[in-house]
């Protein structure tokens, strides 16, 4: 037998030594199990510190090691909370969601239903941009609402909504004055029109839409009247002397 081959024998053997330092030596030192609650409260500890990458490692490794007991609850929460302050939003909705999906009746799901809607919200984009994460909000504060009316969370939520509508509201009066500009008054008309009938409470857009819906209109029936004159021009020169 070689020493190469040997050489490999004996640092095997020592790796499955549990007991010897040698092997831990070769091999490495395993991270050791430590309770739940220990390492719960260390990832606290960098939770608080703003130490957000530190206290994710940790609350995975609760969940991973002790799947079913109290600790890992919490830490599933503020493992979606870490990634939220991290302005990693996709990844704190799924952790939201799983939470949500895997602990239907727990405390904590208006809590993660309110978060998966600030989620969305906070990748909301301008109003002359596309709209998808703000409706996503809506719903998600919507079904809030619906599910849990009387929970802490629903003045906050409520603020929320109020400003995805408003948002909503202005894109589409946007979009008209777009329509406006560009003499595409039948078109601006339908816009101004959503503005009305879907967004009341915007009462200074209101005004607006009604006034451009009345000079839309105008502008429709003037583009009509130059070709209803030269036609009668044309009916004189045909008619016989």
Same mark, same amino acid.
């Given at each position: ?53 530190? +206290?994710? #490692?940790? &609350?995975?490794?609760? $969940?991973?090691?002790? %799947?079913?007991? @109290?600790?890992?609850?919490? =830490? ?60 996503? +909000?809506? #719903?998600? &504060?919507?079904?809030? $609402?619906?599910?849990? %009316?009387?929970? @802490?969370?629903?003045?906050? =939520? ?62 429709? #029936? ?16 045909? =008619?016989?002397?």
């Amino acid at each position: 037998m070689s020493t190469i081959i040997r050489i490999l024998l004996v640092m095997a053997v020592l790796a499955l030594a549990g007991g010897c330092e040698k092997g831990k030596w070769w091999f490495g030192k395993k991270d050791p199990d430590r309770p739940p609650d220990v390492m719960t409260k260390e990832g606290m500890t960098h939770f608080k510190k703003k130490n957000y990458d530190d +206290a994710i #490692e940790t &609350f995975e490794k609760v $969940k991973d090691r002790y %799947p079913y007991s @109290e600790e890992a609850l919490l =830490a599933q929460i503020k493992l979606a909370d870490a990634y939220f302050y991290k302005k990693k939003f996709d990844e704190a909705l799924g952790a939201y969601k799983e939470f949500e999906k895997l602990h239907p009746t727990n405390k904590a799901v208006p809590y993660c239903v309110f978060r998966q809607g600030l989620c969305y919200y906070r990748q909301r984009s301008t109003i002359d941009r596309d709209q998808t994460y703000t409706i996503k +909000a809506l #719903e998600e &504060f919507k079904r809030l $609402k619906q599910k849990f %009316p009387d929970c @802490e969370y629903i003045p906050k =939520a409520e603020g929320y909504m109020a400003q995805c509508r408003r948002d909503l509201g202005e894109q589409e009066f946007y979009v008209a004055e777009f329509y406006y500009r560009t003499k595409r008054y039948q078109a601006a008309i339908d816009r101004y029109q959503i503005v009305l009938q879907d967004y009341p409470e915007m009462a200074d857009k209101q005004a607006q839409s009604r006034s451009r819906i009345e000079e839309c209109q105008r502008l429709l #029936e003037a583009e009509k009247q130059p070709e209803g004159f030269l036609s009668k021009i044309y009916h004189l020169f045909d =008619a016989r002397w």
